[in-house]
C-alpha cells in the first residue's frame, strides 16, 4: 500500500472532507520516486469525485427547515465546517404600531436593500417583505438583521432553508 493511500485508509469516500486530500496530496513531489503516489492520488480524487459530484450544490433530503425569531441578531448560523446551507426565503413581518427599517445582512454584506413591494426598506406596521433567494453561506458567515429605525421587538422572520451537498 503506498503511503498516502495508507493515510486515507480509515476514512472512507462519504466521509472524506476536501481538505484531507488537500493535505494529503500537499506531500507529493513531483520527482519519479512519487509516480507511485501521485497514480494513486489521481485515482482517489477521481473516486472521490465520482461520490460526490453528482449530487454537488443539491439539497440534502430531510434537511429543509425554517428558522424562525423576533427582534434583531444572528437569524441563522452553520456550526459545522463541512456545511452549507441554501437559503430559499426570508420573510419578515412587523407586528407592531410603528414603522420599522431593518437590513438582511450575510456576514456583514446587506443582500437586499429593498424590503418590500413599496421599494424602500421600510416596513409599515402589520405589513411584511420577502427576500428570495438562493442564497449559500457556510460557517463562516452568518445570516443576521438589524434594525435601524423602530422597535426591534415588533419585527418577526422567518428563514427558509435547506444544507447542500459538497
Keep these: 500500500m503506498s503511503e498516502i493511500r495508507n493515510q486515507l485508509k480509515s ?10 486530500l488537500l493535505q494529503v496530496g500537499g506531500q507529493i513531489f513531483p520527482d519519479d520516486a512519487a509516480v507511485g503516489n501521485m ?5 482517489i480524487v477521481q473516486a472521490f469525485q465520482a461520490v460526490h459530484q453528482p449530487s ?29 446551507f441554501r437559503i430559499d426565503s426570508i420573510f419578515l413581518n412587523n407586528s407592531g404600531g410603528a414603522p420599522i427599517t431593518a437590513v438582511v445582512r450575510l456576514g456583514t454584506a446587506p443582500i437586499n436593500t429593498i424590503m ?3 421599494n424602500n426598506q421600510l416596513i409599515q406596521p402589520t405589513e411584511n417583505a420577502l427576500i428570495m433567494g438562493p442564497f449559500f453561506m457556510d460557517s463562516i458567515t452568518s445570516l443576521s438583521v438589524i434594525v435601524t429605525d423602530g422597535t426591534a421587538a415588533d419585527l418577526e422572520w422567518f428563514v427558509k432553508y435547506s444544507k447542500v451537498s459538497q
Design 11 to 20: 476514512q472512507s469516500l462519504g466521509v472524506v472532507a476536501p481538505s484531507s
Design 116 to 118: 418590500n413591494s413599496m
Design 56 to 84: 454537488f450544490g443539491s439539497p440534502i433530503a430531510g434537511t429543509n427547515a425554517i428558522a424562525e425569531g423576533t427582534g434583531a441578531g444572528t437569524m441563522l448560523q452553520a456550526t459545522n465546517d463541512n456545511q452549507v
Design 39 to 43: 497514480l494513486d492520488f489521481q485515482q
